[in-house]
Structures are given as structure tokens and as C-alpha cells.
């Protein structure tokens, strides 16, 4: 398909430090982009003359915009996707490192299969100065015996025709990209690339800080360990929020659904998400009482198969540690 036409959407905020190399790797593709949108959400370091000098003798087309007042990570994510173009859209943070065949991978996974909407690779930790620590975020996620659950926005492409579904992203603490894939797998049009892609560069500045991104092996001792006291009641109202929203998009586009024959996957969804909205808030509930009484409510809970929202034993287990 010669006319398949693909743009990365950038976001860039006081990057400056690694913004080079991640643009000497998108300008190093095997299959360089058509486009490369670039959002600075208000930088005040370098980042604006990096890109104008880079653009000068750069083979890529770059396309540099600042906003006039900041945006936050997701809003910004937004923004330079809506000014993409491409048929296909893959997502760059400003501080990692594609290896070279990435672009043309993922372009050929989707000419392949034009059913799949959403794409996830895995990736390599490396040290900040990207030496490689052969540790990846699937394996450290699947460590943690939670599968492949940590979606990150830099290693996610997107279809352009499924943007209807994704957009606008819902408000914040909702992660932007958790909810594409979430969208994505709810309606069976995800592809998992086992392959890793790209360096996840580890430095002081990171947002995530998840325990899944740390160049370092993960084990269910080690999720035990760093989750066991943490307070989950945010993050279940989180949770029940994104599958609220998540209803809510799947019956508004319930004739775009029906046209890709995905109407029955989609109801089948919905009732799966209402059910595990009430599971969450019965969780919600069983967290605030005693501990004699709250070991009873959750032997009772995990009878009735209701663990099975979630990730069975291992959260049992965590609710009576707790």
C-alpha cells in the first residue's frame, strides 16, 4: 500500500536533555514516517531550537507546535493527534530510543491485519545513558502475575479510523493510554507485539514510576511487597469511571460498531462492565470494615467467583493483607 500514510504524534515538555536521540531515531527508520507532529506543552528549557535545528538537515517532515498554556500529558497527547494526518498513528515520548525496523513493523502488522485498530509493544529498560539491561515491561508485569496490564502511550499505535472510539480522552486520573487499550481489548481489536521495539530510557525525570518500568526483575513477592499497604480505594473509583466511560462510548458508537460487525462483542462488553462495576463497589465496601468481618465478606466474595473481575487469589489475598 503505497498510499498508506503514517505520522508520529510527539509531546515534548522540558526534554531538551534526550529530545535529540529520539529524533535521530525516528529520522534512523528503515520506513522513515510521512509525518511527525510535535506538541511542547510550555517548555522553558531548549526543546523548540533542538527541533528547529534538527528540522534543517533532518530527512523527516516535522510539524512543531507550542501551546500557549499547558495542557497536561494527556490533552497534550490529544492535540497532536488531532493534528496527525496519517491513515495510522503511532504515539513518541520525547526521551526514549526507537530501534530502526520499529516504523515499518507496525506498519506491516496493520496493512496485514486490517481488522486490528490498536497495537502494544513491549520495550527494553536502559540506563539513562541507554545502555540496555535485557529487562523489558512485559516481562516485569507478567513477574508480577498480572499478564500484560501496563499499557504505555510510546510503545501504542492507533488506527485512524478508530479514533471516534478514543476521543475525546476522558478527564485525568483516567491515563490515556490505558484507556485506548482498554477500549482497544474491549472490543477484540488489539494486537500484542511480543518484540521489543524500543529503549524505555530510566532517569530522574520519568512519570511513570510504576514498579513494571524499574530496570529491575519483578516477581509476585515483589508486587506483594510494594502494593500490600497501598490504599486501592482511588484507584477502584478510577477504575468504575473508566468503565462508566466506557459503556457510555461503546452505545454512542453503537452504528460505527455494527459496521466493523463487532455489535454482539460490544454488548457482551457492556454487560461485563456493569457487572464488575457493582463487584468494584461491593471491593469498596468490604475494604472499610473490620478485619474479622472483612475476611468472612471476602471468602464470601471469592465463593461467588467475583475475584474473577480482577486477578482472582492474588487480590483476595491482597484485600485480607491489607
Known sequence: ????????????????RFLEDQLLSLASQTRLPDEVVICDDVSTDDTENIVAQFSQSSPLTINFSKNSERLGVSRNFQKAINKCSGDLILLSDQDDFWFSHKVST??????ENPTVMVSLNDQEIAEEDL????????????GLGLGIIYSYGCCTAIRRCFLDFVLPFPPEPIAFDGWIHRV???????SVIEDSLQFFRRHEFNNSASVVSQPKQTDLFTSFVEYRYANPVASWLNEINASVELVHRLHK???????????????????YERRRIKALYERLCISKVSRVLRSILILNF????????????????????R
Request: aromatic share 12%; hydrophobic share 40%; charged share 20%.
Open 1 to 16: 500500500m503505497d498510499d498508506f500514510k503514517i505520522s508520529i504524534a510527539m509531546t515534548t515538555f522540558n526534554g531538551a
Open 131 to 142: 545502555r540496555p539491561t535485557g529487562i523489558t515491561t512485559f516481562g516485569n508485569s507478567r
Open 184 to 190: 482497544a481489548s474491549a472490543l477484540g481489536v488489539q
Open 302 to 321: 471469592y465463593i461467588k467467583g467475583k475475584y474473577e473481575f480482577f486477578h482472582g487469589w492474588k487480590s483476595a489475598v491482597k484485600d485480607l493483607i
Open 106 to 111: 507496525i506498519e506491516r502488522l496493520f496493512i
Open 253 to 271: 458508537h453503537s452504528d460505527l460498531v455494527k459496521k466493523m460487525g463487532l455489535y454482539s462483542r460490544s454488548m457482551s462488553q457492556c454487560d
